[in-house]
């Protein structure tokens, strides 16, 4: 047997489901549409009308999101560190004491520009 029959086959089954899926949703799910959820933006709310140039968008919030990736990165990097701390020795602690250092940096950055400061 060819080595790429069960791929095929798993790729087979997963079109189909989609496919499946797809038209059951059309068929059992609701036909109530209005103006709010056929906008490009569907949320159910009326969209406010932007100014002819687009909207300004605060930086403060992407800062921030880009803050929260930062630290979810870190964690994800510790994770494994933790557990093997002892195989790591001198050299993981010295490694994670510069990587915690870098991204204390982007921290207090972040920090003395108030860019946590909600007003």
Same mark, same amino acid.
């Given at each position: 047997?060819?080595?790429?029959?069960?791929?095929?086959?798993?790729?087979?089954?997963?079109?189909?489901?989609?496919?499946?899926?797809?038209?059951?949703?059309?068929?059992?799910?609701?036909?109530?549409?209005?103006?709010?959820?056929?906008?490009?933006?569907?949320?159910?709310?009326?969209?406010?009308?932007?100014?002819?140039?687009?909207?300004?968008?605060?930086?403060? %919030?992407? &800062?921030? #999101? $880009?803050?929260?990736?930062? /630290?979810?990165?870190?964690?994800?990097?510790? +994770?494994? *560190?933790?557990?093997?701390?002892?195989?790591?020795?001198? %050299?993981? &602690?010295? #490694? $994670?004491?510069?990587?915690? /250092?870098?991204?204390?940096?982007?921290?207090? +950055?972040? *920090?003395?520009?108030?860019?946590?400061?909600?007003?």
């Amino acid at each position: 047997m060819n080595p790429f029959v069960p791929i095929l086959v798993l790729g087979g089954i997963a079109a189909v489901f989609a496919v499946v899926s797809m038209g059951i949703a059309q068929l059992v799910g609701p036909q109530r549409y209005n103006r709010a959820k056929v906008e490009p933006y569907e949320c159910g709310v009326e969209p406010t009308p932007q100014p002819e140039g687009g909207g300004r968008f605060p930086v403060k %919030f992407y &800062l921030t #999101a $880009m803050l929260f990736i930062i /630290f979810d990165i870190e964690i994800v990097f510790m +994770y494994p *560190w933790a557990v093997h701390f002892d195989a790591l020795g001198l %050299f993981g &602690l010295v #490694a $994670m004491a510069i990587f915690l /250092f870098n991204v204390s940096v982007a921290y207090v +950055y972040e *920090w003395r520009r108030e860019g946590l400061r909600w007003d």
